[in-house]
Protein backbone atom coordinates (compact mmCIF):
# COMPACT_ATOMS: atom_id res chain seq x y z
CA UNK A 1 0.00 0.00 0.00
CA UNK A 2 1.33 3.59 -1.05
CA UNK A 3 1.52 5.84 2.28
CA UNK A 4 -1.19 7.89 0.60
CA UNK A 5 -3.47 5.02 0.87
CA UNK A 6 -2.33 4.29 4.38
CA UNK A 7 -2.43 7.39 5.68
CA UNK A 8 -5.14 10.14 5.46
CA UNK A 9 -3.07 13.02 6.00
CA UNK A 10 -0.50 14.24 3.12
CA UNK A 11 2.73 14.56 3.82
CA UNK A 12 2.03 18.73 3.07
CA UNK A 13 -0.58 18.88 5.46
CA UNK A 14 1.45 17.27 7.99
CA UNK A 15 3.93 19.84 7.09
CA UNK A 16 1.70 22.83 8.10
CA UNK A 17 0.63 20.63 11.01
CA UNK A 18 4.31 20.56 12.27
CA UNK A 19 4.75 24.65 11.70
CA UNK A 20 1.39 25.28 13.60
CA UNK A 21 2.38 23.50 16.44
CA UNK A 22 5.62 25.17 16.70
CA UNK A 23 3.84 28.55 15.94
CA UNK A 24 1.23 27.58 19.07
CA UNK A 25 3.71 26.51 21.14
CA UNK A 26 5.66 29.73 21.28
CA UNK A 27 1.87 31.90 22.14
CA UNK A 28 0.14 28.70 24.78
CA UNK A 29 2.20 28.98 27.93
CA UNK A 30 0.90 24.99 28.54
CA UNK A 31 1.78 23.84 25.21
CA UNK A 32 4.47 20.87 25.58
CA UNK A 33 6.22 22.05 22.62
CA UNK A 34 7.32 25.32 24.15
CA UNK A 35 10.09 24.21 26.23
CA UNK A 36 12.27 21.72 24.12
CA UNK A 37 15.38 20.39 24.21
CA UNK A 38 18.43 22.39 22.46
CA UNK A 39 21.55 20.09 21.99
CA UNK A 40 24.95 21.40 20.40
CA UNK A 41 27.95 19.91 19.67
CA UNK A 42 30.93 22.22 22.27
CA UNK A 43 32.82 23.66 23.23
CA UNK A 44 34.51 20.45 24.90
CA UNK A 45 31.80 18.11 24.38
CA UNK A 46 27.62 17.46 23.46
CA UNK A 47 25.59 18.83 25.30
CA UNK A 48 21.62 19.38 26.13
CA UNK A 49 19.55 21.42 27.96
CA UNK A 50 15.84 22.62 28.10
CA UNK A 51 14.86 26.01 26.71
CA UNK A 52 12.41 28.59 25.68
CA UNK A 53 11.03 28.55 22.15
CA UNK A 54 10.44 32.17 21.65
CA UNK A 55 9.34 32.77 18.29
CA UNK A 56 9.01 30.39 14.89
CA UNK A 57 9.09 31.84 11.51
CA UNK A 58 7.40 29.26 9.10
CA UNK A 59 8.81 31.12 5.73
CA UNK A 60 12.29 31.93 7.13
CA UNK A 61 12.14 28.51 8.72
CA UNK A 62 13.83 29.66 12.26
CA UNK A 63 13.46 28.61 15.55
CA UNK A 64 14.33 31.28 18.36
CA UNK A 65 15.29 31.37 21.66
CA UNK A 66 17.06 33.60 24.18
CA UNK A 67 19.75 32.82 26.16
CA UNK A 68 22.89 34.36 28.65
CA UNK A 69 25.42 35.61 26.00
CA UNK A 70 28.28 34.05 28.89
CA UNK A 71 26.51 30.25 28.68
CA UNK A 72 28.29 27.22 27.59
CA UNK A 73 25.41 26.73 24.82
CA UNK A 74 26.58 30.15 23.14
CA UNK A 75 30.46 29.58 23.23
CA UNK A 76 29.35 25.86 21.69
CA UNK A 77 27.39 27.20 18.65
CA UNK A 78 29.87 29.84 18.05
CA UNK A 79 32.44 26.99 17.23
CA UNK A 80 29.99 24.30 16.15
CA UNK A 81 26.40 25.81 14.75
CA UNK A 82 24.73 22.59 14.19
CA UNK A 83 22.09 21.82 16.26
CA UNK A 84 19.43 20.14 17.39
CA UNK A 85 15.81 21.22 18.63
CA UNK A 86 14.02 17.82 19.96
CA UNK A 87 9.95 18.57 21.00
CA UNK A 88 7.94 16.28 22.82
CA UNK A 89 4.39 16.39 23.39
CA UNK A 90 3.33 13.27 25.68
CA UNK A 91 -0.57 13.73 25.06
CA UNK A 92 0.04 12.92 21.44
CA UNK A 93 3.00 11.27 21.59
CA UNK A 94 4.69 13.28 18.90
CA UNK A 95 8.17 13.91 18.96
CA UNK A 96 9.97 16.28 16.67
CA UNK A 97 13.72 16.93 15.84
CA UNK A 98 14.64 20.47 13.93
CA UNK A 99 18.20 20.27 12.73
CA UNK A 100 19.98 23.40 11.77
CA UNK A 101 22.51 26.30 11.87
CA UNK A 102 21.97 28.55 14.71
CA UNK A 103 23.73 31.58 15.15
CA UNK A 104 24.06 33.87 18.15
CA UNK A 105 22.95 37.62 18.45
CA UNK A 106 24.10 39.77 21.47
CA UNK A 107 24.12 43.38 22.01
CA UNK A 108 22.76 44.33 17.98
CA UNK A 109 19.68 45.22 16.46
CA UNK A 110 18.07 41.58 16.72
CA UNK A 111 18.72 41.63 20.65
CA UNK A 112 17.36 44.83 21.02
CA UNK A 113 13.94 44.30 19.45
CA UNK A 114 13.59 41.21 21.62
CA UNK A 115 14.69 43.35 24.59
CA UNK A 116 12.39 45.88 24.26
CA UNK A 117 9.42 43.61 24.70
CA UNK A 118 11.35 41.26 27.50
CA UNK A 119 9.22 42.65 30.72
CA UNK A 120 11.87 43.50 33.95
CA UNK A 121 11.88 40.60 35.74
CA UNK A 122 13.26 38.79 32.64
CA UNK A 123 15.72 41.15 31.96
CA UNK A 124 17.34 40.99 35.85
CA UNK A 125 17.66 36.96 34.98
CA UNK A 126 20.94 38.26 32.44
CA UNK A 127 22.61 40.75 34.87
CA UNK A 128 24.09 38.61 37.04
CA UNK A 129 27.70 38.99 37.38
CA UNK A 130 29.02 35.51 38.16
CA UNK A 131 28.83 33.88 34.69
CA UNK A 132 26.18 30.78 34.84
CA UNK A 133 27.88 27.70 35.41
CA UNK A 134 30.36 30.12 37.85
CA UNK A 135 30.68 28.44 41.93
CA UNK A 136 29.13 31.21 44.00
CA UNK A 137 28.58 30.92 47.64
CA UNK A 138 24.59 30.66 47.81
CA UNK A 139 21.49 31.35 45.42
CA UNK A 140 20.34 34.45 47.31
CA UNK A 141 23.51 36.11 47.47
CA UNK A 142 24.09 36.63 43.83
CA UNK A 143 25.08 40.15 42.82
CA UNK A 144 23.79 41.86 40.03
CA UNK A 145 25.13 44.50 37.72
CA UNK A 146 23.87 47.61 35.63
CA UNK A 147 24.21 46.34 31.63
CA UNK A 148 21.82 43.22 31.55
CA UNK A 149 21.20 43.96 28.15
CA UNK A 150 24.97 43.68 27.04
CA UNK A 151 24.55 39.98 28.30
CA UNK A 152 21.44 38.71 26.81
CA UNK A 153 21.36 36.67 23.60
CA UNK A 154 18.86 35.84 20.70
CA UNK A 155 19.52 32.12 19.49
CA UNK A 156 18.38 31.93 15.89
CA UNK A 157 18.38 28.49 14.22
CA UNK A 158 17.66 28.34 10.53
CA UNK A 159 16.20 24.42 10.00
CA UNK A 160 17.16 22.41 7.80
CA UNK A 161 15.67 19.12 8.75
CA UNK A 162 12.43 18.16 10.42
CA UNK A 163 11.89 14.80 11.74
CA UNK A 164 8.78 13.76 12.88
CA UNK A 165 7.63 10.98 14.87
CA UNK A 166 4.37 9.80 16.10
CA UNK A 167 3.67 6.50 18.26
CA UNK A 168 0.81 4.72 17.57
CA UNK A 169 -0.97 1.53 19.31
CA UNK A 170 -1.12 -0.11 15.88
CA UNK A 171 1.82 1.44 14.21
CA UNK A 172 4.40 3.89 14.70
CA UNK A 173 4.39 7.09 11.96
CA UNK A 174 7.97 9.28 11.00
CA UNK A 175 8.42 11.75 8.53
CA UNK A 176 11.40 13.30 7.47
CA UNK A 177 11.03 16.71 5.96
CA UNK A 178 14.40 18.49 4.01
CA UNK A 179 15.08 21.66 2.67
CA UNK A 180 16.96 21.59 -0.61
CA UNK A 181 17.67 24.72 -2.14
CA UNK A 182 14.12 26.42 -2.23
CA UNK A 183 11.91 23.81 -1.03
CA UNK A 184 11.08 21.21 1.18
CA UNK A 185 11.46 17.52 0.19
CA UNK A 186 9.37 15.55 2.06
CA UNK A 187 9.13 11.32 2.66
CA UNK A 188 7.50 8.96 5.05
CA UNK A 189 10.35 7.09 6.82
CA UNK A 190 10.40 3.74 8.96
CA UNK A 191 9.85 4.49 12.68
C1 LIG B 1 11.70 25.14 32.00
C2 LIG B 1 13.08 25.67 31.70
C3 LIG B 1 13.22 26.66 30.76
C4 LIG B 1 14.48 27.17 30.47
N1 LIG B 1 14.61 28.12 29.49
C5 LIG B 1 15.84 28.57 29.16
C6 LIG B 1 16.00 29.48 28.06
O1 LIG B 1 15.05 29.88 27.39
N2 LIG B 1 17.26 29.88 27.78
C7 LIG B 1 18.35 29.44 28.49
O2 LIG B 1 19.47 29.86 28.17
N3 LIG B 1 18.23 28.59 29.51
C8 LIG B 1 17.00 28.13 29.86
N4 LIG B 1 16.86 27.23 30.89
C9 LIG B 1 18.07 26.81 31.63
C10 LIG B 1 18.86 25.80 30.78
O3 LIG B 1 18.15 24.57 30.75
C11 LIG B 1 20.28 25.59 31.29
O4 LIG B 1 20.29 25.12 32.60
C12 LIG B 1 21.10 26.88 31.25
O5 LIG B 1 20.76 27.65 30.12
C13 LIG B 1 22.60 26.56 31.17
O6 LIG B 1 22.84 25.76 30.05
P1 LIG B 1 24.25 25.62 29.32
O7 LIG B 1 25.27 25.65 30.40
O8 LIG B 1 24.17 24.31 28.63
O9 LIG B 1 24.39 26.75 28.37
C14 LIG B 1 15.62 26.70 31.17
C15 LIG B 1 15.46 25.69 32.12
C16 LIG B 1 14.21 25.20 32.39
C17 LIG B 1 14.08 24.11 33.43
Redesign the pocket.
Known amino acids: MRPSEAHPQSLESLHGDIWNRLGQATSDLSHPWR ?1 PTLATAGPDHP ?1 A ?4 LREVDLHERKLV ?4 SR ?4 AGVRIQPAATWCFYDPVSRIQLRARGETRVHVYNSVTRLYWEKLPHSSRRLYATVPR ?2 ERILAPWEIPFGDHPVEQFAVLVTTVHELDWLQLKPEHHERARFRWDADSWEAHWVCP
Open positions: TDRIVVCFSDTHKVPG
